[in-house]
């Protein structure tokens, strides 16, 4: 069975850090990207951070540069999510998922989904 197992969630604030984890079973992690979106309440859902299990390649969206870090683990098919300087508009339900290699970063090109993992920044 295909799982896609997030965890590292929670509350903390402002200016603090929170190390997300999405452990990957039932596929062929090196033909997949993988990574987070996150939504915020009233939002539409969009895209994070994505690593490609086949060259290690990144992609961060603007407003996360410089203060998140995605890196994954290979041998455990594990992908982190590192968030410092944590802001109050970071606050969302984020979302491990994997997109097939060479397919574009979206969440309409989402093969696999996670379970969501709350984050709330407070202020």
């Known amino acids: 069975d295909v799982q896609l197992q997030a965890s590292g969630g929670g509350l903390v604030q402002a200016g603090g850090s929170l190390r997300l984890s999405c452990a990957a079973a039932?596929?062929?992690?090196?033909?997949?990207?993988i990574g987070w979106f996150r939504q915020a309440p009233g939002k539409e859902r969009e895209g994070v951070s994505c690593?490609?299990?086949?060259?290690?390649?990144?992609w961060y969206t603007d407003s996360v540069k410089g203060r998140f870090t995605i890196s994954s683990d290979n041998a455990k098919n594990t992908v982190y999510l590192q968030m410092n300087s944590l802001k109050p508009e970071d606050t969302a339900v984020y979302y491990c998922?994997?997109?097939?290699?060479?397919?574009?970063?979206?969440?309409?090109?989402?093969?696999?989904w996670g379970q969501g993992t709350l984050v709330t920044v407070s202020s």
């Open positions: 998922a994997a997109v097939a290699i060479p397919d574009y970063w979206n969440w309409k090109r989402v093969k696999y």
């Open positions: 039932g596929f062929t992690f090196g033909d997949h990207a």
């Open positions: 690593i490609s299990g086949s060259d290690g390649s990144t």
